[in-house]
């Protein structure tokens, strides 16, 4: 395991996929690095790769709004995600970027060692939690992976192309505030 400052170090010098050769920026992630609680998405957008920070274009305005609603923000949670450079096209990392990269978000996760874990959408869900994972059918279900209490919800861009799903995240989000709680965290 690398400690922090090698650990940005590799990720911001990585080759190991072709994802390094479109990208401005790799984008580690932010927030604590001693944070009780961990989201993790599937990889940056157009403004992520740009900014190089995680979830700071219209997804990541709505996940501030999302984070609120139980009294979390960036200050007391850290967000990264699955694949630190930006896929082209938004679209999804395909299976051999993700493995290129998984191993920065592990080490990630050793050296915060969150209690809990909220996946952002499928295909964090997926990775993190199981290949068969179902969103539509399982977000806001609990599991404990490692001694991490682990959960999904809907992916915040989901949420603006689908405004319909918005009221079940909320009712997630309840359920993340109920288990920080039973945790003893405090935010």
Same mark, same amino acid.
Request: hydrophobic share 35%; charged share 30%.
């Given at each position: 395991?690398?400690? &922090?400052?090698?650990? *940005?170090?590799?990720?911001?010098?990585?080759?190991?996929?072709?994802?390094? !050769?479109?990208?401005?920026?790799? *984008?580690?992630?932010?927030?604590?690095?001693?944070?009780?609680?961990?989201?993790?998405?599937?990889?940056?957008?157009?403004? @992520?790769?740009?900014?190089?920070?995680?979830?700071?274009?219209?997804?990541?305005?709505?996940?501030?709004?999302?984070?609120?609603?139980?009294?979390?923000?960036?200050?007391?949670?850290?967000?990264?995600?699955?694949?630190?450079?930006?896929?082209?096209?938004?679209?999804?990392?395909? $299976? @051999? !970027?993700?493995?290129?990269?998984?191993?920065?978000?592990?080490?990630?996760? $050793?050296?915060?060692?969150?209690?809990?874990? *909220?996946?952002?959408?499928?295909?964090?869900?997926?990775?993190?939690?199981?290949?068969?994972?179902?969103?539509?059918? $399982?977000?806001?279900? &609990?599991? @404990?992976?490692?001694?991490? &209490?682990?959960?999904?919800?809907?992916?915040?861009?989901?949420?603006?192309?689908?405004?319909?799903?918005?009221? !079940?995240?909320? @009712?997630?989000?309840?359920?993340?505030?109920?288990?920080?709680?039973?945790?003893?965290?405090?935010?």
């Amino acid at each position: 395991m690398m400690d &922090w400052d090698e650990l *940005v170090r590799a990720a911001a010098g990585c080759k190991k996929c072709q994802l390094c !050769e479109t990208r401005s920026n790799v *984008v580690f992630g932010a927030g604590p690095r001693d944070a009780d609680i961990m989201f993790i998405g599937e990889g940056p957008g157009e403004q @992520e790769d740009l900014q190089g920070e995680p979830f700071v274009g219209p997804a990541g305005k709505l996940l501030d709004d999302i984070l609120s609603i139980v009294d979390l923000n960036r200050g007391n949670c850290y967000i990264a995600n699955i694949v630190k450079c930006r896929p082209p096209r938004n679209r999804d990392p395909r $299976e @051999e !970027e993700q493995e290129a990269c998984i191993g920065y978000l592990f080490n990630q996760i $050793e050296l915060i060692q969150p209690k809990i874990v *909220v996946c952002l959408g499928r295909i964090a869900a997926m990775r993190m939690i199981r290949p068969d994972y179902r969103i539509t059918r $399982e977000h806001g279900s &609990w599991e @404990e992976i490692n001694r991490i &209490w682990t959960t999904a919800i809907y992916h915040p861009s989901a949420l603006l192309r689908d405004v319909t799903k918005r009221p !079940e995240t909320f @009712e997630d989000m309840l359920s993340i505030r109920r288990k920080y709680r039973e945790l003893g965290i405090k935010v």
